[in-house]
């Protein structure tokens, strides 16, 4: 985070909770299960061609960085930091981009396997526009909020198949519709880590994401697959001939986990961040009475 100014964003296939995308999905069925014959028969087919659509989430090409909204927590010390954790705090109301580690070239697209000449011309206009950007959002936990979002966003999809039905203009289209009930599915998480307090930065990646963003490292489950997020120095620059420049992240602050030494361990992140251009970032050592 500090140096090279990016966080990992891993595939969802590989998190630790191993029915990631599974939570939400299911309560998707059981709702559509439940509301479809209220649905009008004349729509019924788009309502559910639409959810059948927002449900097809690759867990290998959907990839999430994860945060905690409560960083001094001794549950998180214990399962997710070594010998001394850090704990560094971003400004959440910034977006992340999704960094470009190569160009896209003409071999790569002829390598594709697209074959129609709209497709290649969609890599190519997708490549020059920049690097995607992605917001923050809070993992929901409780089974009643998990049903209230879902609801929600099943009756604009309803709403939205209504309206393209009658040939008028929907409050919410099917494209936005659809695209919050992905989001939703990505940010439902089983209620037994609600401990974890979570929030995450979930990028659905585009169809080109092997030619210009994905990346792997060796991991407990295998090679995973990932992207990188951070500020580019300039999102809307062609990117040469190797990952595009970054800006410092946002961070705001650095908490440190447990440790017998907190007075050195403050003393050398500060020096690190300082040395990195971030300056007068509050520095403080954790207040859990726990010896390591």
């Not at 890599?123 to 993992?139: C, H, I, Q, Y």
């Not at 030619?211 to 580019?232: A, D, Q, S, T």
Request: proline share 7%; with cysteine.
């Amino acid at each position: 985070m500090v140096g090279d100014n990016v966080l990992w964003a891993s595939a969802m296939a590989l998190m630790n909770d191993f029915r990631e995308l599974r939570t939400g999905k299911k309560i998707f069925k059981q709702l559509r299960k439940t509301h479809v014959d209220d649905v009008e028969e004349q729509i019924r087919g788009d309502f559910d061609a639409m959810i059948r659509t927002a449900s097809k989430i690759d867990p290998y090409r959907t990839f999430v960085a994860c945060a905690s909204e409560q960083p001094d927590r001794l549950t998180m010390w214990r399962n997710y930091a070594g010998e001394v954790g850090y704990a560094v705090a971003l400004d959440s109301t910034k977006p992340l981009y999704m960094r470009r580690q190569r160009p896209m070239t003409e071999e790569k697209i002829a390598a594709s396997g697209l074959l129609d000449e709209e497709s290649k011309q969609r890599l190519r206009d997708d490549a020059n526009s920049g690097s995607p950007k992605f917001e923050w959002t809070r993992v929901v936990y409780k089974p009643d909020a998990q049903y209230l979002a879902a609801w929600k966003v099943l009756l604009d999809i309803e709403a939205a198949a209504a309206a393209s039905a009658e040939g008028r203009q929907a409050k919410k289209g099917e494209l936005y519709a659809m695209l919050d009930m992905a989001t939703v599915i990505s940010a439902i998480k089983d209620p037994a880590f609600e401990d974890e307090t979570e929030t995450r930065l979930v990028c659905n990646a585009a169809m080109y994401v092997d030619l210009m963003y994905l990346k792997h490292r060796p991991g407990k489950y295998g090679m995973i697959p990932y992207v990188e997020l951070g500020l580019p120095k300039d999102p809307g620059q062609l990117v040469g001939d190797g990952p595009e420049p970054m800006g410092n992240l946002p961070i705001i602050e650095v908490i440190i986990g447990p440790t017998r030494y907190p007075k050195d361990a403050c003393a050398g992140v500060r020096e690190l961040l300082r040395s990195h251009g971030h300056t007068n970032i509050p520095v403080t050592a954790s207040r859990i009475p726990f010896r390591p």
